[in-house]
């Protein structure tokens, strides 16, 4: 599966708090064997505006990220609540609109060349 990187960022740039159509994040925390530590399933609608923009900027890390490293410049806490050695594969789960669910996932599909 090969990225474009170009189209990848065009579609992260249209991932802000105002304009952006997810509803839910959920993934998990993993230990440095690849254990789950535990789950997140959050209602993104609910949050604060900071913790809104804070998830968004992570979530729109996760298509450039390596696995089983942590994402771009987020340093996470070694223990404590909210720690975590990776991230595993995405952020978030992304609920389209319906009147935009074509075309994003034909842009998508087109930069994940599936």
């Known amino acids: ?3 474009n990187r170009e189209e990848m960022l065009a579609l992260t740039r249209r991932m802000t708090v105002k304009r952006t159509s997810m509803t839910r994040i959920s993934g998990c925390y993993a230990d440095a064997e690849g254990f789950i530590d535990g789950t997140f399933n959050v209602n993104f609608l609910k949050l604060s505006p900071a913790e809104r923009e804070k998830n968004l900027e ?3 890390t996760v298509p450039f990220a390596q696995t089983n490293q942590n994402l771009k410049r987020y340093a996470f806490p070694e223990s ?3 720690s975590m050695l990776c991230i595993c594969f995405m952020i978030g789960m992304i609920f389209l609109q319906r009147r935009r669910i074509r075309n994003d996932w034909e842009n998508l ?6």
């Open 1 to 3: 599966m090969n990225i």
């Open 58 to 60: 992570l979530a729109k």
């Open 80 to 82: 404590g609540q909210g």
């Open 109 to 114: 599909s087109r930069c994940l060349s599936i």
